[in-house]
């Protein structure tokens, strides 16, 4: 994708200072150590727990548009393809001093000419809303965070039959993330196994269910938790924090997956949510197993 200069973005907003920009570059993000760099200071401004790796990951399998103004990153937006019908975006990020400007409303424009007639679904904060909906998105459901520094001893808890991933398990994996998730994201399963650690639930010699647990941002995020009952999900988020004892963790769960008072009773209480937010349809779910946690608010 060529670079986009977007010249005379002004405010759209009375609240805020009119400003003009003369000449704001919006361009592919790359991997390089400057745009790193440059996006992680972003992550930081806004007290988001982004680390670098989070960053090269969300990259590796995705796409990014940066915004720059006097050769300084300013925004970020990051989108991931999942074939020619469906995409979820994320890390849109404006440097608070340059926030109110218009650069969030160019950012979306480009990235909407760049996904298409794909239908694009995203995880917004307060913030974003009404910039979202400004594009035709709406609101159909919320994802709830669950985190906490985790106790040195946990208390015995039945697990249930969950055990570990094997190389073999991967394809059914896959599959079932597939049909729960409305699309196939074969890519960020095989990553997520390379850098975290993977379980299922297994009965009878079928896989009913798998849970993922990889670092990210302040320690360890489970995610996806796809499985048939909830109990099962339970069970599946339970093997991670005993394999996680003092350590920190995430679980980023649907509104309607009902582990919300569950998660807190666990230790991981709620420390806030966004609104799940689409623009065209989203492709529907298959099979028995649904989706309890989320890969990451930007993945979905
Ligand atoms: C949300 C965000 C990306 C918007 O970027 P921005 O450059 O400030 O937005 P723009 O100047 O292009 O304004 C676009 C619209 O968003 C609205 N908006 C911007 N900041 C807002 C805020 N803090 N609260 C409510 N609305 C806001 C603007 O009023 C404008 O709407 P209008 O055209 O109807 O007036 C930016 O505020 C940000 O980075 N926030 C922190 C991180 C975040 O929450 N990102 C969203 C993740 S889903």
Redesign the pocket.
Known sequence: MAAIFVNDVT??????AISTFSSVLVRPMTGTDRDLDGALSLSQA?H?PYCRDDWSLALELGQGLLAEVDGQIV?STLWWSYGDAFATC???????A?????????LMENMLEATGDRALL???????????E?FGFSDISTVHQHQAQLPDVLSAFPVGPVRNMRAGDLPAIAKMDEQAFGAERTRLIESFNRIGTSAVIERNGSIEGFAMCRPFGLGHAVGPVVAATAGDAQSLIRHFMVEKPGGFLRVDTTGDSGLGDWLTAQGLPEVGH?TTMIRGQRPPAAGQARIYGLASQSFG
Not at 90 to 96: A, E, F, H, K, Q
Not at 122 to 132: A, D, F, I, P
């Open positions: 405010a759209q907003s009375k609240d805020r806004v988001w925004a994320g890390i849109i990020i404006v440097s608070p340059m926030q109110g400007r218009g650069l969030g409303r160019a995203l995880n917004s904060t307060e913030e974003g809303h009404r910039l979202y400004s966004v």
